[in-house]
């Protein structure tokens, strides 16, 4: 019963924020939807979170190279489009959005992906969904330590620039850049380190919503609308 109880809040809230945001509508004020959750989140830290609330809370702050709309379609998210894969299906080359902000106004890099992946790949990281990146180039060898998390196939050819580089074709890559695969802000992850995501003000928002007045232990937040390009969510 939970599960349908939860899932039916989430499609409901779909709808309400979709008919909020539609072409026709009369009016551009803000409003405000409250949604509810079973369970409070444990972390906003993609790399670490192993629950499905603290998923919900990264789904609503945070944007991929790509993105899925409410039919199930893959679209562009940070990434100007959804790239054609070469080298046998096995490069990835993408081009980032000029638009592409962090809630702080920096603008997304290449190399905040690779900070990301690298590190959710990183044994020290202990995240127990590195096998997401199974597909990359030495992923092996990095989770068991023989070579460094930098040797992961993925490289910053510049600041809007990304190249991923995969062993094998993966079927599901697109899905997984726009729902797994997600950047994390490189000054920010620098900065509180292994602390990063445990609060809203150790975290740090690309996507639709900023995250306001969390931390595990709080049973209400905010999310807040912001002005950066971002897929509005639910």
């Given at each position: ?176 850049a726009a729902t797994e695969y997600y950047p994390l802000n ?49």
């Open positions: 019963m939970r599960k349908v109880f939860t899932y039916g809040l989430v499609v409901t809230s779909a709808i309400l924020l979709s008919a909020c945001s539609s072409k026709g509508s009369t009016s551009n004020k803000q409003k405000t939807l409250n949604v509810m959750m079973i369970q409070e989140p444990s972390t906003a830290d993609p790399n670490k979170g192993t629950d499905v609330y603290s998923a919900s809370l990264v789904h609503q702050t945070l944007e991929g190279l790509y993105d899925v709309t409410n039919t199930g379609k893959v679209v562009p998210g940070v990434a100007t489009k959804v790239v054609k894969p070469t080298n046998h299906g096995k490069t990835y080359t993408f081009t980032l959005k000029k638009n592409a902000k962090w809630q702080n106004g920096k603008p997304v890099t290449a190399e905040d992906f690779v900070t990301s992946f690298d590190r959710q790949v990183d044994s020290k990281t202990k995240s127990q969904y590195a096998s997401r990146f199974q597909a990359f180039k030495n992923f092996a060898d990095v989770q068991k330590g023989s070579k460094k998390p930098t040797a992961l196939g993925v490289k910053a050819l510049g600041q809007r620039k990304l190249r991923v580089t995969l062993t094998t074709p993966d079927p599901e890559f697109n899905f997984r490189t000054a920010a992850v620098k900065k509180y380190g292994q602390q990063y995501g445990i609060s809203s003000v150790k975290t740090l928002s690309n996507g639709a919503f900023s995250l306001q007045g969390w931390n595990p232990s709080k049973d209400a937040w905010t999310y807040k609308k912001t002005s950066i390009s971002g897929m509005q969510r639910v």
